[in-house]
């Protein structure tokens, strides 16, 4: 079954999650980074690529309001 070869498997959601963080910071072996691309589900990529996209804002929103209230 093609499901079970660990070559072709699909990557869990975590898995996708650390590759679309590298991605994000942009430290990624080549050979990792193709290999990767075989197995990552699409759909995850895009959940992944928003929550990670929306935990940045988050994150510069409170920065941003930890430094105006202390000015």
Do not use: C, Y
């Not at 990557?11 to 990624?28: E, K």
């Not at 940045?56 to 202390?70: D, G, R, Y």
């Amino acid at each position: 079954m093609p499901g079970n070869d660990p070559v072709n498997r699909k990557l869990s959601f975590g898995q996708t999650i650390r590759a679309v963080l590298w991605s994000f910071i942009g430290l990624r072996k080549g050979s990792e980074h193709e290999s990767d691309m075989a197995r990552l589900n699409p759909v995850h990529v895009i959940i992944a690529g928003l929550m990670a996209a929306a935990a940045f804002v988050a994150i510069l929103i409170v920065i941003v309001n930890i430094v105006v209230s202390q000015a």
